[in-house]
């Protein structure tokens, strides 16, 4: 479909969804692109995932999602870099290049938000290389400052570049998701800065009012605050040439039959996104 | 009582009380200032509230507050900036120098972000001098991003600076608030440059999860994941001697007796504020 080549489904707003039917529905609704999610891909097993999206013709535009590295405990911490060892190996055997990070929050108990970034550059310095061995990059992914203590110390894509900038940039590059860092008064500086390291762009609108569950208030790009044609200008400024993922964690929007998600998607792209 | 003399009641921490059942709460509780709000004074009369802090010897550390200036229509912005002229003009006779700024959200259907904060520094021109001439600082309050919508589209205390710095220090200052700001990584350095312009000091916790409504998330100090040692350390090397005030939006503190809260208050301040 014209206007469509650079779309992909994060297969999170078909929540519903098989990773096969996920593949299914992307192939119908002519996505030619799919970001999997590790506890899908384990659903259906890492080789039999791979193919099926290989058979589909479709691209693999990330790997959702590895991190968590803020334990300080020597046990999890180990068990936390074992774990995205794992999650770069799955990626490159996914066929894709970029494995998402979600750094995590502070630990229980901890209020030392200094110390959990500090222990989240020194995983980076342990996992980068492995990553560029197996041609994974690292895309941290700065969130929202409201998940800051429970989800991700990395809370502005100035921050995520100051991490990642300490890494070769075919290791170590970020994420720009519009729901994280619309707000940020740096944002078009930060966005011109990260030429060369932007390795994903993920939309979805920030919508009012915040659900119970502050994680599932997204929307469908279109239905909030976020003007996406001067993001997405941005994004195309400083180089990059990748697929736009719509990721949309939202009750309302799992609750939907995903065929009819799909048809929104691939509508609002168009009507917001594609162009530019 | 030793270790109170900087603290201040902010009175929307006890919403059910009036203004004259939170000045005695005070002068019960050994609390020698209060943060009052507008609609509190319009309720009780403003010769009257105005009489009764200062009979009861309390110092008022702040007005909450000004703000609300991203209009873009015409009539709507007259009628906030003639507004904000009564809330600086009802700031001095309450006998406070500080009026705190909520600044405003995106106006209805708008995603122009840049052209909010455009007319938000206008407006500051347009009040700036009026506040001086009335011995009242504009304190503009960064709030936390996820107001950023509906609220307040100054986000980050380095963003409240660059504001604030167009104008004269005794005009325009900004408000350090620990629930708005703590999560963000450039924090150290912004409170450093924020020396002489910081006129307030406001203190809750950041707890999760986020309520239904995420205005009302707020925790007592020390309830929550705010490192308050290392953060009233920065606010005292800035050169901040003025109050502390305690301000907490939450259904079940507002459903706690008064006095209770007051007790609450003044052993969380000694605990994890006083003698820094």
Redesign the interface.
């Known amino acids: 479909m014209t206007g469509t080549e650079r779309l992909s489904l994060n297969q999170i707003t078909t929540r519903g969804w098989s990773l096969p039917e996920a593949v299914r529905g992307c192939v119908e609704a002519g996505i030619p692109a799919i970001g999997l999610w590790r506890d899908k891909v384990a659903e259906t097993g890492l080789a039999r995932s791979a193919k099926l999206v290989r058979d589909a013709g479709l691209a693999v535009s990330s790997l959702c999602r590895g991190g968590f590295l803020t334990a300080a405990d020597p046990a999890l911490r180990r068990t936390a870099l074992a774990d995205n060892l794992r999650a770069i190996e799955e990626a490159a055997e996914l066929g894709t290049d970029t494995l998402v990070m979600v750094v995590g929050g502070?630990p229980d108990g901890s209020?030392?938000?200094a110390s959990a970034?500090s222990r989240v550059r020194d995983a980076f310095a342990e996992l980068a290389p492995h990553a560029g061995d197996f041609g994974v990059r690292l895309a941290i992914e700065p969130l929202?400052?409201?998940f800051?203590?429970?989800r991700a110390v990395?809370?502005?894509l100035?921050?995520a570049l100051?991490l990642a900038e300490q890494f070769p940039a075919r290791q170590v590059g970020v994420v720009v998701d519009s729901y994280h860092v619309?707000?940020?008064?740096?944002l078009a500086e930060q966005i011109a800065r990260a030429e060369g390291r932007i390795a994903s762009y993920q939309v979805c609108d920030?919508t009012?009012?915040?659900?119970?569950?502050?994680l599932l208030g997204r929307g469908h790009v279109g239905d909030?605050?976020?003007?996406f044609r001067t993001l997405t200008d941005r994004v195309a400024a400083a180089g990059y040439r990748g697929y736009v993922e719509v990721e949309i964690f939202n009750e309302e929007v799992w609750n939907t039959p995903g065929e009819e998600t799909l048809r929104t998607v691939v509508a609002r792209h168009l009507a917001h996104v594609a162009g530019r």
Chains 1, 2 share one sequence.
Do not use: F, K, N
């Not at 619309?182 to 740096?186: H, K, R, S």
């Not at 909030?224 to 003007?227: A, K």
């Open positions: 502070l209020r030392d938000l970034r929202h400052p409201m800051c203590a429970d990395v809370s502005t100035g921050q100051d619309w707000w940020d008064p740096q920030w009012l009012p915040l659900p119970a569950d502050a909030g605050h976020i003007d």
